[in-house]
């Protein structure tokens, strides 16, 4: 079974999350990511009519959906929250490894390296909830009680963005291996 090609917008979306991931947001011109995903500029006023504010929240999306199934994969057979934190956080690690010339956190690169905007912030709040609801939805199945989900959760995304800028500062993402260790002692 062979894999169709991605479609003019989903081309644009990749491309702009790994430019902006890599540059930034402002340092990433319209015409770069045009020429990186070989579309025309039509193309991307057709799929994204506000422009470049409009694709830096898709590839947000795109960005969040992509760490939601590394969340769903680290937690599918975890025997308890503190494994499944574990395995996603060597994932990540690895993700930042690949990731080596990233500026940043791939979400926050993408939202608050942005246009100083409520509707950035307001993306930023929102997709941060959807990977905090990932995670709690896991610490409940494996037996924490909402509050303590929750909290875990939110536990969890905060030292992922520490580690995640520590990992960037030292250009070692033994940092983020060395979490959990750290979180579940």
Known sequence: ?????????????????LLF???????TGLSEILAAAQVPKGSL???FPDGKSDLARAAADWTADQIGRIIEDSFRDAPDF????????????????????????????LLFDGPESEAFRAHAEQTFVRLSVHLSTHAERLGLTVHEAEAQAET??????????LARA???????????????A
């Open 1 to 17: 079974m062979t894999t169709p090609d991605p479609t003019t917008r989903d081309r644009l979306i990749t491309t702009a999350a």
């Open 21 to 27: 991931r890599q540059k930034g947001y402002h340092a």
């Open 45 to 47: 006023y057709h799929h």
């Open 82 to 109: 503190a494994q499944g934190a574990t395995t996603l956080c060597h994932k990540l690690a690895k993700l930042f490894d690949l990731q080596a010339t990233a500026t940043t956190c791939p979400i926050s690169a």
């Open 156 to 165: 969890l995304l905060i030292a992922i963005e520490g580690g995640w800028t």
């Open 170 to 184: 030292r250009r070692s993402s033994d940092v983020l291996r060395r979490l959990p260790s750290r979180l579940f």
